[in-house]
């Protein structure tokens, strides 16, 4: 069978020419069974035989003694299998720049399992369906690696422009005559120009793939919506991992039962969710020590703090303190409590925007501060709060208060233990780190007294009524352990990534200022200003190059007033005018930090040189 097939056309040329060797061994040749029989039943019973262990093992043996490396490696191994991972043009080319393949073809029911454990690499299907052998499969994989040997093909264009060489179906060819019947061929094709041939080519492709393989043309589009476009504004939100959204559809189809129906479904979500709670309650530290209670996010877990926590614990006092660089979710719900008869006060920053720890010893009243609540990591610059003294100072002065932290941009990005913080409360976003939106949650220490923030079934221990969002919550807890995972490895690479942008943009604009601290401050945000240009006018212009960056904090940026976070650091009206947000995510390249950074830069220098003659024609007139 291979050798009619491997005997004719580009393939048997390519072997003439020395450019690839295809050596074929029955394994029948190699059995030592008296019968010649290379097959047997298969144990436990059962339809059909199995190929034994031993012909197939001595046969590999001889292919080795023949074809191992100068330096002792061993062929790549290919068992084709209806079990295997589908064969692609993609698996195609890595193949092809292997320089020795054995494939192995099964027969029968297949081959002993031990063949697989102890010398397959790799087990590859052609599609799910199932032949008598993998003869024909094997000599499909052959040819199409083969044809991708440097010299075999005409040229590298051959194989490079047609179906699913690059994702798309190849555009549609004509050859003579140039009319049948009433179809013509494109004019476009007749006329010559080799640019519009090759757009419609590629126009021709991307319809011919909408419509024959739509599979297809969804990769190609979101490939190429990955490709052009380069998103710096991680601080606002982050691309949901692909995998996470597989975990979300896995929970969607298989547990739609609500997690307090007393039936098995129900009783099956609700184990997934609890599992999903002790994983994140493990990953904060918070085993033992507190709740984890759901929420839509850290802005409604921040309102549950002020608004119904507060009222909860009535005797710590009606004394707030909210640093002056907090989120407005804090922020506002703390200031919404002056109605009802609380005191707020807001703790003053220094210039790198960190708490005064002097200015809080002084705010503190030791018998009527009840909450004391201050960032982790501030979303506009990136500075870290030394969270761990404000909380030994509190202790010290008010041992009674409740510790609040926001912990949106620390989670995932910097270790977050509530045990060695000290604190009572956090609150915690899925869609800052690859997981969905809607998503987010409260920790609280046992200590603390809840009040529901909402009322209904009772769900969440009766404190956060209304039915779990099982889906998001799964997803949630499976981005969480993705991030923590590698929580150095992407924390060294967002270094890196924030100093091509840092060191692009001061070493190229003397008006540059940073207001990111240079220390102590998380690598994953930057913000820079730009005294005297519009802060929205370099956003649009950036986005034209699909470059993507923020105006201070996306939750509030549509406000026409002016950062509060820069005003309480000091930053002058222009500086805080001009100034944008870099964040930064695992997903970032460092190719794309060079990039779009090297656009800032241009772009930049050209609103600077439009300002500059701006005001000279003012002067002039």
């Known amino acids: 069978m291979f050798r009619a097939v491997f005997g004719e056309s580009i393939v048997a040329r390519g072997i003439k020419a020395g450019l690839l060797e295809i050596d074929c061994h029955q394994i029948r040749d190699y059995t030592e069974n008296k019968q010649g029989k290379v097959d047997d039943y298969p144990y436990g019973g059962g339809p059909g035989l199995v190929m034994s262990y031993q012909p197939v093992k001595s046969a590999y043996e001889a292919v080795l003694r023949d074809h191992l490396a100068e330096d002792g490696r061993k062929p790549y191994t290919i068992y084709m299998s209806p079990q295997g991972t589908p064969f692609d043009q993609k698996t195609a080319r890595r193949l092809a720049d292997m320089d020795r ?81 009433d179809r013509k061929v494109p004019e476009v094709l007749l006329k010559g120009n080799h640019g519009d041939i090759e757009k419609w080519r590629l126009d021709n492709s991307i319809e011919r793939t909408r419509v024959k393989r739509f599979d297809l043309y969804e990769k190609y589009q979101k490939r190429s919506r990955e490709e052009s476009t380069f998103y710096f504004d991680n601080s606002a939100t ?18 739609y039962g609500n997690p307090s129906s007393l039936h098995r479904m129900g009783f099956q979500a609700e184990k997934e969710l609890t599992a999903a709670r002790n994983k994140l309650l493990e990953l904060i530290g918070g085993t033992g020590f507190g709740k984890l209670y759901f929420t839509s996010g850290a802005t409604e877990a921040n309102n549950w703090v002020f608004r119904s926590i507060l009222p909860a614990n009535p005797r710590l006092g009606r004394h707030v303190l909210v640093s002056a660089v907090e989120h407005p979710s804090v922020n506002e719900s703390a200031l919404s409590m002056r109605d009802a008869g609380y005191e707020i006060e807001a703790i003053p920053v ?138 150095e490895a992407n924390y060294l690479k967002a270094v890196k990534m924030r100093n091509i942008f840092k060191e692009a943009l001061t070493g190229s604009i003397r008006a540059c200022s940073v207001n990111t601290p240079e220390e102590g401050s998380s690598p994953y945000v930057l913000n820079v200003s730009f005294p005297g240009l519009r802060a929205e006018v370099i956003l649009h212009t950036l986005e034209n190059y699909g470059i993507y960056v923020s105006v201070g904090s996306a939750c509030s940026s549509h406000k026409k007033n002016r950062s509060s976070v820069l005003t309480a650091m000091g930053v002058g009206k222009s500086s805080i005018d001009g100034a944008i947000r870099i964040s930064f995510s695992p997903d970032n390249t460092e190719e794309q930090c060079v990039y779009a950074s090297k656009i800032l830069v241009t772009e930049i220098k050209k609103l600077y040189a439009i300002h500059s003659r701006a005001r000279k024609n003012s002067a002039g007139q």
Do not use: W
């Not at 982050?238 to 547990?255: A, F, G, K, P, Y």
């Not at 220094?350 to 809080?360: A, E, P, T």
């Open 238 to 255: 982050t691309r949901q991992r692909d995998e996470i959204t597989r975990v979300m559809n896995d929970v969607c189809d298989r547990l």
């Open 101 to 181: 393949l054995v494939i192995i073809c099964g027969h029968y029911e297949g081959i002993d399992e031990r063949v697989i454990d102890d010398i397959v690499d790799e087990e590859i299907s052609m599609g799910d369906f199932v032949l008598t052998g993998g003869e024909i499969p094997a000599m499909a994989v052959a040819d199409c690696i083969a044809r991708l040997v440097p010299g075999v093909l005409a040229s590298s264009e051959a194989y490079e422009n047609e179906s699913h060489s690059d994702i798309l179906l190849e555009y549609a060819q004509y050859t003579r005559p140039e009319v049948i019947g």
């Open 350 to 487: 220094d210039s790198d925007g960190r708490v005064n720890l002097d200015k809080l010893t002084e705010l503190i009243r030791p018998d009527d501060t009840a909450l004391v609540s201050v960032m982790h990591v501030n979303n506009e610059t990136g500075a870290i709060q030394p969270i761990e003294e404000i909380v030994k100072l509190v202790r010290k002065l008010r041992p009674g208060a409740l510790i609040h932290c926001d912990c949106v941009q620390s989670f995932g990005k910097l270790p977050v233990d509530v045990k060695k913080m000290g604190v009572d409360l956090i609150s915690v976003s899925a869609h800052k780190i690859h997981g969905p939106r809607g998503i987010g949650f409260l920790y609280a220490g046992k200590d603390v007294k809840l009040r529901p923030l909402l009322y209904g079934g009772g769900q969440e221990g009766g404190e956060r009524s209304g039915t779990e969002n099982l889906p998001a919550i799964c997803g949630m807890a499976a981005a969480a352990g993705l991030v923590c995972e590698n929580i």
